[in-house]
């Protein structure tokens, strides 16, 4: 039995990586860089990736359109048999165009396999220490500026809980389980930087901004057009308090309750 992690160097799939080799279990990573190279845009080694593969964990790149590579590995695998899927999307993805990259994974994995758990977590804490936050705060000395208000709340999950609940659903069976993973309370991105401020998050300052400036500062980055519209739509959902909603579902999943913001401040290395 082996599980194939995708997006292995990403926030989440490293730590789902990680628990399995604590665990003992085999796994492999894979991505552009990982120990397995996997590119969805290369269907060139995607049989030797998926060698002997049992179960899945597949994460869908934001705002790539390559939703339609993703399905087409999706489908490679289940003609070699691969047994169970566990798919991260984001919270809210249910109410996305079937069409969008993330919605189309989710139906592709349930048309093809009978064991599919649905990952869909909110933003996660680790954007302010090593994600997509954390790379806007670095270009500006420490200044973060977002396109949300001083006053959105949006419930922050881990995402040490999120690999949790990834790994939990590829070991034991959640087959047919959909799960919005949040944290336990609704905080402002102000409140999260003034918590881990002297820590390893590179974030000092929050300023909000609007969508026009964040895109002028994103594509600064040289990121793409369509990566800083999803960015977008996300954060206009959270401006309108959609991102501030809590699930008991990391409780539901674990048996326990999410890591809080005071957790997260206090062990935030890199
Ligand atoms: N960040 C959040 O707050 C958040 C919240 C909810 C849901 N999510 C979901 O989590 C997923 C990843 O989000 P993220 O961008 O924040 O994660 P991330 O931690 O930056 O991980 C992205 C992963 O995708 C891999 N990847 C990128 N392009 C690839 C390609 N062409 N072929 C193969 N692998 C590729 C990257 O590895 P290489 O560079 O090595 O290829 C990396 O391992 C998305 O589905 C997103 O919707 C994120």
Redesign the pocket.
Same mark, same amino acid.
């Given at each position: 039995m082996k599980t194939l992690v995708? !997006?292995?160097?990403?926030?989440?799939?490293?730590r789902v990586l990680t628990e399995f080799t604590r665990r003992g279990l085999p796994a492999v990573g894979a991505?552009?860089?990982?120990e397995r190279r996997?590119?969805?845009?290369d269907t060139s080694n995607w049989a030797e990736v998926l060698e002997g593969t049992t179960r899945m964990f597949v994460?869908?790149?934001?705002g790539?359109a390559?939703g339609h590579r993703v399905a087409a590995f999706l489908e490679r695998a289940a003609a070699i048999g691969v047994e169970r899927v566990v798919v991260?999307?984001?919270?809210g993805t249910e109410h996305a165009p079937s069409d969008s990259d993330?919605r189309a994974a989710e139906f592709k994995a349930k048309e093809l396999f009978e064991r599919v758990t649905v990952l869909?977590?909110?933003?996660?804490f680790?954007?302010f220490t090593e !994600?997509?936050f954390a790379n806007l705060a670095r270009s500006r000395n420490g200044r973060l500026e977002l396109p949300v208000k001083r006053r959105t709340e949006i419930a922050f999950v881990d995402a040490r809980d999120v690999a949790a609940v990834a790994v939990a659903a590829l070991v034991d069976d959640h087959g047919g389980k959909e799960y919005t993973l949040t944290g336990p309370e609704a905080v402002t991105v102000g409140r999260v930087v003034r918590s881990t401020k002297g820590t390893d998050s590179p974030v000092w300052r929050f300023k909000p901004v609007d969508e026009s400036r964040f895109y002028y500062r994103a594509s600064d980055r040289g990121w793409s057009d369509r990566y800083i519209d999803t960015l977008n739509e996300r954060f206009a959902a959270a401006v309108t308090g959609r991102a501030a909603e809590t699930t008991d579902d990391v409780h539901a999943a674990l048996g326990r309750e999410p890591i809080p913001l005071g957790r997260f401040a206090r062990e935030s290395t890199l």
């Open positions: 995708t !997006g292995a160097t990403g926030m989440v799939g490293r991505s552009r860089t990982a996997l590119d969805w845009t994460v869908t790149p934001v790539t390559l991260m999307s984001a919270m993330q869909r977590p909110n933003w996660l680790q954007d !994600g997509t």
